[in-house]
């Protein structure tokens, strides 16, 4: 597959984040001509936007490097058991020097546009600064949650003060000490964000429109000590993550909660919620993610604990949620989160009782009353999953464009290839295992499965890879019967593809696979054994 007169590369990858990297690496070990376009000015994805005060991992990060070399392992040292931005972005930045693949890398090139060739069976890649690239196989690594969403309401422009989204905190910086600040949302982005400056501003005005079930992470440094136990670990602990169906260090807990005696029950709660990370989620009893009444028990336990934390009792109320369960949306990591309302400079507005109604030039708007402040935070979420798909014009065979195609939700074959588009090759992509795992365990297996399909392709002479209408339809019936096993089916959250925020997504869409990380590694294996089955090669 070198380079010819109909393609400029092998393989152009677009996004220069954790998968990105990594597949960027596995692609030149193949020996493939590649090349990287990034949006931004570097690497990082996540931890290169991401850069607001308290913004950090929620997976242990030992569990969210990679695995791939045994010589990184050894010589990166995380400092904390949940590693901040700053060292997270160092850590992907040392990955990339370490293994040379910057010069691979094409930063501030945004893809505007991309469509297929069927007669060359090559795609052409429009970037924004005008030129047009070739490649043979073009391989999106755009990230879940790298597509920022502002609230529908008016007047976000008028305001006179600085004002942005969470994802694009200034680089440089901004110094909240002494000002009045609202923060819109309070998602699991706002929960870290806020203890940390509500301890500088004069006053913090928190906008909530849902409430959500956070929980403690219990963060702490690793000792020198502690690191060289994990290194002589390393290979249990990577062993443990595939074994376990979010691919984190925590085993759900199958026995029947009903069967288990009451004081044992509550013994056992009390023990997650002093556990640190995942584990009150993930390695909680699974019926508490499936059955109704295990579920309304535990929500019912965390809810006293929001109470005991927050001393004023109508605040803690409006803090509890009410229209859904623990566990069924995303569950927040905080620290101090809850007692940053115990402040005198903190104060909660329940947009259910006051709703905004506009922002104005000197701050914000309810039903109720003027909020004058001096900046405003937006931390409102993403158009996850489809959101960076949306963003490029994808045109496929016969100049369908993929987001006609996706219009009411995603269609996919193993979250990897969508029908009518050859030679697309989704990494992270919906419906597939990663967005329900521990993200940096399941990029690495989807790209090494991704490396193995672009070996096979190389090694038979393939120019062209597409998938069948049927094999999406069974993939997606599959994905679907999983959703009907978990209580997150009967939410409203990213996870099942809802988001008021975005026009056309108020309904369910199947965006992930959530039959859990050693069903889909097992499907995958399976897939190439067949001589990958399911997909058309030429």
């Known amino acids: 597959m070198g380079a010819s007169a109909l393609d400029d590369h092998d393989v152009i990858i677009i996004g220069a984040g954790l998968t990105g990297i990594y597949q960027l690496y596995r692609a030149r070990e193949l020996g493939?001509?590649?090349?990287?376009?990034?949006?931004?000015?570097?690497?990082?994805?996540?931890?290169?936007?991401?850069?607001?005060?308290?913004?950090?991992?929620?997976?242990?990060?030992?569990?969210?490097?990679?695995?791939?070399?045994?010589?990184?392992?050894?010589?990166?040292?995380?400092?904390?058991?949940?590693?901040?931005?700053?060292e997270n972005l160092k850590y992907l930045d040392h990955v990339a020097d370490k293994f040379d693949l910057r010069r691979h890398m094409q930063f501030g090139c945004k893809v505007r546009?991309?469509?297929?060739?069927?007669?060359?069976?090559?795609?052409?890649?429009?970037?924004?600064?005008?030129?047009?690239?070739?490649?043979?196989?073009?391989?999106?690594?755009?990230?879940?949650?790298?597509?920022?969403?502002?609230?529908?309401?008016?007047?976000?422009d008028r305001f006179q003060g600085p004002w942005f989204h969470t994802y694009d905190w200034p680089h440089d910086g901004v110094d909240l000490t002494g000002k009045r600040v609202a923060v819109i949302g309070t998602g699991a982005t706002a929960v870290q964000l806020i203890p940390v400056i509500a301890e500088s501003v004069s006053e913090l005005f928190v906008f909530q429109r849902h409430p959500n079930w956070c929980a403690p992470l219990h963060n702490g440094?690793?000792?020198?000590?502690?690191?060289?136990?994990?290194?002589a670990r390393y290979d249990e602990i990577f062993e443990r993550c595939r074994k376990t169906p979010g691919g984190f260090i925590h085993m759900p807990d199958r026995r029947k909660p009903a069967e288990?005696?009451?004081?044992?029950?509550?013994?056992?709660?009390?023990?997650l919620y002093r556990s640190s990370g995942f584990r009150i989620w993930q390695g909680?009893?699974?019926?508490?993610?499936?059955?109704?009444?295990?579920?309304?028990?535990?929500?019912?336990?965390?809810?006293?604990?929001?109470?005991?934390?927050?001393?004023?009792?109508?605040?803690?109320?409006?803090?509890?949620?009410?229209?859904?369960?623990?566990?069924?949306?995303?569950?927040?990591m905080e620290t101090r989160y809850y007692e940053?309302?115990?402040?005198?400079?903190?104060?909660?507005?329940?947009?259910?009782?006051?709703?905004?109604?506009?922002?104005?030039?000197?701050?914000?708007?309810?039903?109720?009353?003027d909020y004058e402040v001096d900046v405003i935070v937006y931390a409102t979420g993403f158009d996850a999953v489809t959101g960076a798909f949306d963003r490029i014009e994808f045109t496929g065979v016969g100049g369908r464009t993929l987001r006609e195609k996706w219009a009411d939700g995603p269609v996919t074959y193993l979250g990897l290839l969508s029908a009518g588009f050859p030679n697309l090759i989704m990494l992270a992509g919906p419906q597939s295992g990663s967005g329900f795992t521990n993200f940096g365990r399941g990029v690495e297996e989807g790209v090494d499965w991704t490396t193995g399909l672009l070996r096979y392709l190389q090694e038979h002479g393939c120019t062209s890879i597409d998938t069948t209408e049927e094999a999406e339809r069974q993939w997606v019936g599959h994905v679907e019967d999983?959703?009907?096993?978990?209580?997150?089916?009967?939410?409203?959250?990213?996870?099942?593809?809802?988001?008021?925020?975005?026009?056309?997504?108020?309904h369910f869409r199947p965006v992930a696979y959530n039959g859990g990380a050693p069903k889909y590694r097992k499907r995958l294996a399976e897939v190439a054994e067949r001589g990958y089955e399911g997909f058309v090669l030429a």
């Open 32 to 86: 493939l001509d590649v090349t990287v376009l990034e949006a931004a000015d570097g690497l990082g994805g996540t931890w290169y936007h991401n850069r607001y005060p308290g913004c950090r991992f929620d997976s242990e990060s030992y569990t969210y490097g990679y695995s791939f070399s045994k010589e990184l392992l050894d010589e990166w040292h995380w400092t904390e058991h949940f590693s901040p931005q700053p």
């Open 221 to 231: 440094q690793i000792t020198e000590e502690e690191m060289a136990d994990i290194r």
């Open 340 to 369: 940053a309302y115990n402040r005198d400079n903190v104060h909660l507005v329940d947009l259910n009782d006051t709703p905004i109604e506009r922002v104005t030039e000197a701050g914000v708007l309810t039903s109720d009353r």
């Open 284 to 332: 909680n009893f699974r019926d508490v993610l499936m059955d109704d009444a295990a579920n309304e028990e535990f929500s019912a336990f965390v809810a006293d604990k929001i109470r005991e934390r927050v001393k004023d009792p109508v605040t803690a109320e409006t803090l509890v949620p009410k229209d859904h369960g623990f566990g069924t949306r995303r569950v927040p």
């Open 482 to 506: 999983m959703y009907d096993l978990l209580l997150v089916s009967k939410v409203k959250s990213w996870f099942t593809g809802y988001n008021s925020n975005v026009e056309g997504h108020d």
């Open 113 to 156: 546009a991309a469509r297929y060739d069927e007669d060359a069976r090559t795609w052409s890649v429009e970037v924004e600064d005008g030129r047009t690239l070739r490649c043979r196989f073009l391989v999106t690594a755009v990230g879940i949650l790298s597509t920022p969403t502002m609230p529908r309401v008016d007047g976000i």
């Open 260 to 271: 288990v005696p009451e004081a044992e029950r509550y013994a056992f709660y009390e023990e």
